[in-house]
């Protein structure tokens, strides 16, 4: 059972939060001019890490709020807490070659890119 400290109501029961899978990946900025192997990637293809990784979480039965974790999937340390927009703490560039946090399209690794402007993440950086 984990011990998850909102960031606006303290520490709760995980049985308080739901997961919302993976933290910032990144909102295509044309999603018309994706394809659909494209667009599929965007919805479906997530890292699957084995060590730190970036969670969105919700406080659905307290604030109701969204925060991001840092969360070592092997041993459920958790690492950091932040609010939604902010880069990840440990600035680790994301597993899939983006060079920082939020700057790259939220595509599977290898996928080809539409060439559009850079994309924003939905949580808005």
Known sequence: MLL???????????T???YGGQAHVAYPEN????????WAEYL??????????????VHSTGCRQWFNML?????????SIYAMGQPRPDGQPRPDGGAKPDTQA??????????ATAPTSSEGV
Do not use: M
């Open 4 to 14: 998850i400290s909102c960031p606006n109501c303290g520490p709760r029961d995980e």
């Open 16 to 18: 308080e939060f739901h």
């Open 31 to 38: 999603p018309n001019d994706l394809t659909d192997r494209e």
């Open 44 to 57: 479906f293809y997530r890292e699957n890490t084995k060590g730190s990784f970036a969670e969105r979480w």
């Open 71 to 79: 969360r070592d999937t092997v041993t459920y340390d958790i690492q």
């Open 106 to 115: 939220g595509l599977a690794p290898g996928a080809a890119t539409t060439g």
